[in-house]
């Protein structure tokens, strides 16, 4: 599995502008604070605001700032509104072709390792890949909601 680069910078934008939350943040800081083209994360913001994880603020003084509470952003329903598809392999696809799909079982073994893959990332919110807000580390994420221990959170 391999996710596109739109979804590598839609995520990191989302970090970056939920590290912020007290002031609206701009595509240009968030472009020179991870070294990636203005032009593509400003195609990255309309969709994050179309799909309502981003409030966009025109004119001057505008900028970005989150719709949501990080913890209400979900990162796999992130994932699946970016990834444009998940055919790993084209008897997943809407053009199958392949002459052994109707006997292979490729196919669900396949299409249970990206439910899992994707189940795993709806363990998460945004608020888990935040760093702490004290100290200078960054926490590493704690595991899915679901694996948790009893008691916490």
Same mark, same amino acid.
């Given at each position: 599995?391999? $996710? ?9 934008? $989302? ?28 195609k990255i913001t309309q969709v994050l605001g179309q799909r309502g994880w981003l409030e966009t603020v025109r ?20 994932? /699946? ?6 055919? *790993?392999?084209?008897? $997943? ?27 795993? *990332?709806?363990?998460?919110? $945004?608020?888990? *890949? *935040? ?16 694996? /948790? ?5």
């Amino acid at each position: 599995m391999r $996710l596109t680069t739109m979804t590598d910078y839609a995520l990191r934008l $989302l970090m970056y502008v939920a590290q912020h939350p007290h002031r609206l943040c701009t595509i240009a800081e968030v472009a020179s604070a991870h070294a990636i083209s203005e032009t593509h994360l400003m195609k990255i913001t309309q969709v994050l605001g179309q799909r309502g994880w981003l409030e966009t603020v025109r004119g001057k003084g505008g900028g970005i700032r989150l719709a949501r509470a990080p913890a209400d952003i979900n990162v796999g329903a992130v994932v /699946r509104d970016i990834e444009p598809d998940f055919h *790993l392999v084209e008897c $997943l696809g809407v053009n199958d072709h392949c002459r052994i799909s109707r006997a292979c079982r490729l196919t669900g073994v396949i299409h249970g390792a990206l439910e899992s893959f994707l189940a795993h *990332l709806d363990g998460y919110t $945004l608020a888990d *890949l *935040l760093p702490p807000a004290a100290g200078g580390e960054v926490a590493v994420a704690p595991p899915p909601r679901a694996a /948790r221990r009893p008691g916490r959170s």
